[in-house]
Each structure stands twice: as C-alpha cells, then as structure tokens.
C-alpha cells in the first residue's frame, strides 16, 4: 500500500523550475533516501511533501489514511534554537500539540508519550537539561524525540547527521534504522550522503539537474548515476561499462596533445 | 511609612497601579517570545503607530482606547505579515512604517492643540494620563490577554521554538502568530499611556532578557520574567514619586538596574560552575 504517491510533480523556488514531472511513491515500512547534489531540488521537494510549499504541477496524494497531523518531521537547526532557553522535556512534549486541537495544557497520555520516546533515543536522564547546552548528537535525538511525539506512521528527516561528528552520526542512522525495522515506521530522509543512504535505505531517489533515478537500493548501485558516485568493487557488465564512461577522458587528451603538435611547431 | 500610605491615597496612584500591574504582567509574558522570534522591533513599531493613532483620536476628541486599539490590531498584522517575506527586508519596514507613524502623530498633535506639554505626555509617559474608562477599559484587556496567553500556552512555546515543525506537524502556526501579534498590539496599547511611545517596548524585553541571563528552561523564562517585570514595575512607580522623577524612564532605568544585576550573577555562577 503506498502511503505517499507523488504523481508527475513540478516545483520551482523563487520562479526558477528546480524539477519536472517527478512521480514515485512511497509503501508504508519503506526507508526512502533522498540524495542529489546541491540545488538539485531535495529540500524543495521535501518542503512540498510536508506541505509547506506549493508544487506547481501535478499532485501529492497521501493514501492509507494518512493525515496532515501524523507526519513526524527533523527538521535542519535555525540560528534561533541555538539559544533558546528550553529544556528537553518541553521541546520532547511539544510534539504532541498536532494532536490536541484547540485544548489547553497536555494530558497524562501525553506525558506518557513523551516519557516513552525519550527512553527509546535513551536521553531520558536529560529530560530537565537545557536544550542549547546539550551536543549536537543530543539535540538531534531531541528532535528526534519530538518528531516521534508527533507521529508513529512517517518520519521525514532533513538531513539528520549535518555537523555531527562521526560517531553520533553512525548513532543516528542506527536509530533510525532501528525505528524503520522494528516500530515499521516509513522513513523518508534528505541526505547528501550517498555512501550512508546505500548503506541504509532499501529506495534511493536520487534527483540531479539532468537525470532522476527512483528504485530500490540494490539496482541504484548498479545503475550509471548511482556507479558515479559510489566507489566500489562491482564488477558486472552494467558496472564496468558505466565505470568505463566516467573515466573515459579522451576529450582531455585531445586537447594535450593539441597542445603539444603547437609546442613542437 | 505614613508617606507610602499617603501616595497610595492618591486616586492617580492607585490607577496606575491597577493599569500598571497587570500591563507589565503580559508585556513580560509576550516579551519572552518577541525576543525568541527576533520580533523585538515590531513591539516598537507598534508603540509608534499607537502614537499616530492616539493623536488622531485626541484630535478629533474621540475615545483614545476605540481608535488606537483596532488602528494597532490592523498594523500588528501587517508587520508581521512584513518580517516573514523574504521579498522586503522585514527591518526596514519596520522602520518606515513606524518613523511615519511617528511623524503623522506629531504633527496632527501639534496642529490639533499646539501644546507641548501633551506631546511630551504621550511620547515619554505620564501617570496622569489614565482616566477612569481607560482604567477599566485597560484592566480588561489584560485579563483578556493574560487568559489566552495561558490558554495557548503550549502552542505559543511550539511556534516560537520551531515554526517549520509545528506548521509541517499540522498544526495552524500561522494563527499562531496572529495571536502573538494581536496580544502584543493590545498590550501596547493599553500601556503605552503610563509608559510613554519611545518606552513602552522596553517593558516587553528588559524583562525577557533579564530573566534569560539566567533560567535555562522557557517555563522558568516565563516565570522570572513575570515576577522581574512587576517587580520593577512598583519599584519604578515608588522611587518616581519620591524622587520626583518621570515615571516611564524610572521604570525603564530599574529594568536595566535588574538587567545589570541578573548580569553580574550569571557571571559569577559560570566562574563557579
């Protein structure tokens, strides 16, 4: 069943088209990584997903029951967050107001769900810590916590490990592959890392200014956008003639030796 | 003591303290996310548009409180509506808009009356101004705002902290704002009498700051800015009767006397720590 089919999709930031007509969908359980270089429209789709930009074109359905208010989001760190004075318990528990409508104050099953999901990121002794004091590895599971607060069906991550170092954020794809497999929560994840989206998602969407690969991991690595950016000892006869392609600089040689039939003139 | 007692017997000083009180209980409540959200200079712009909109009215002899509190509503909107495009630089808006506001003020007032006394009133504060429907009229828009800043509490803190969630989770940040903006603007408003146009705002972020030098978590933000503010308050209030001195400034230069202090502290708690 897919939780979130995206149908010929067109979006453009500041009047600039940054894709056309993008269709894939994702099934509930999926662990979707996003990647793609700088500009190539990540971000921009992702915000679309989220609802917090028009597409321009075609249309985002979100099937299998799925409404605005389960959708658990990481988003990238503001300036502002780093100091606001807060503690974690607060921001935790915030998560929870999607599901309270126009009611004041929290309820106990609230507070029980935030209790809970600060257990399972294990930063529950940090519950009364001040938010900007904590690591950045901290603070990332924080947020974590607060989007789990927030749903238990989809969890859209910004590029979640940014300015972690590589410890926390081998830390934080564990989690996070610990929730798709084990809670079945569907991940859709923004990263520019593609080595560790390989390593973790079974889908890679992977949008460039020229081309746009959708499918599972596995034919990703072995398809001619995936073998460009990822080094690795495949073998196989697709590899090797894409790996052929990428390194085939005779239009480089042309131009030396040109350079040399002058010298010797 | 007998001169505490005969200031309270005046009517002017029990009015302000009723206005007062209350006044600089929300400023401080909403200060607390003005100053989170970068919304600090709309609390100033504001107070200057409140000013073009008190002369107006003066002018025309309407009811002060009738004119300026839908006139400020109106331009809370549109300021914040301002500082979230990214099309025009939200601060300089900020600017023209309140310069102009300024200026409008000015001159009708001065047309209006040709006195300059008024104009100081309005510009710097004075504690005579509060007539007894404005006291009503005042202590009623603070309840207001004080019961639907604790009612929204939760979602107050969830969109100061983080817009992009709590829009993306679902929920309506942008009444939100509204809210936030529509508190501000009736807060100003009814405290821009005692306080002054030109300092009105510190009232909504010395106590903000002050109590951040040293809380770490918003509940507690919210509860020492609440008690710095109404604390300072009173002590402005007294010390500007018996120095004789303007009331606003008073209360502003205590605020920062509190600031410095608060200052001091959080120093001398991270040497030790």
Redesign the interface.
Known sequence: MSIIKCDNISMSYDGVTVFDNLSFDVKSGDYLCIVGENGSGKSTLMKGL???KQVRDGKIVYSDGL???E???L?QQ?G??KD????VY??VI??R??K?GLK???SSADKESARLNMERLGIEQLK?K?YK?LSGGQQQRVLLA??LC??SKLL?LDEPVTGLDPIAASEMYDIISRLNKENGITVIMVSHDIVAAVDHADHILHLSNKEVFFGTTGDYTHSELGSRFLYHNCHCEGCERHSRYHHDSSHIHKYTNRAEVQRGE | MNDLFEMLSFSFMQRAFIVGIPVALCAALLGVSLV???YAMIGDGLSHVGFGALAIASAFNLAPLWVSVPVVIIAAFLLLRLSESSRIKGDSAIALISSGALAIGVVVATVGNGMNTDLSNYLFGSILATSESDAIMSVCLSVVVLALF??????I??V???E????????NSGAYNMIIALLTALTIVVGMRIMGTLLISSLIIFPALTS?RI???????IICSSVVSVVCFVAGIVSSYFLETPTGATIVLVNMLMFFAFSALSYLAKRRG
């Not at chain 1, 606001?84 to 503690?87: C, E, K, L, V």
């Open positions: 989220l609802g917090l409404k605005r208010n959708i658990g989001y988003p503001t502002a967050q606001f004075p807060a503690s607060e921001v915030s998560g107001l999607n309270r004041p104050f929290y009364n001040c004091e607060r989007a927030a749903t859209i | 989170l959200k970068r604790i009612f929204f509490y939760g979602k803190f969830a100061t902290f983080d992009g969630f709590s829009k993306a989770t679902g929920v951040m809380c770490r978590t918003y509940k507690k933000v």
